[in-house]
């Protein structure tokens, strides 16, 4: 099966709506994210579809206002202080996944 550049564009469409924040449905999105996709690969393939999704995913979540899904991108991301102080700035003061992201803030900021 030959795969052209329309295969490639159907897939990074697909992708880009996978990880929109404001997707309703409840099985797509960046909560579904568990790292990156075979991070140990160096084919530069996977490479290149890793780099890709890393991208889409962290424009989707920084764009976004749902505060679990950064919350949960961070987790991926140890040294992202962009993304550490949004997943800070969107639960409201009191909300419980504020203190890991508080925690957690310094130590990207030495990373």
């Known amino acids: 099966m030959a795969h052209g550049r329309g295969a ?3 897939a990074a469409a697909s992708l880009s709506r996978a990880v929109a924040p404001t997707t ?14 075979l991070p140990r ?7 290149r579809r890793r780099e890709y999704i ?12 749902r505060p679990e899904h950064a919350c949960l991108v961070r987790r991926h991301r140890p040294d992202d202080i962009e993304i550490h ?18 925690a957690r803030l310094p130590t990207a900021l030495t990373i």
């Open 24 to 37: 309703e449905r409840d099985d797509l999105g960046p909560h579904r994210y568990r790292g990156p996709l």
């Open 8 to 10: 490639h564009s159907h």
């Open 54 to 65: 890393d991208a889409v995913l962290r424009t989707a979540v920084l764009s976004g206002s």
């Open 85 to 102: 102080e949004h997943a800070l700035r969107l639960p409201a003061p009191g909300d419980s996944r504020r203190a890991p992201v508080t």
């Open 41 to 47: 690969s160096e084919a530069p393939g996977i490479v």
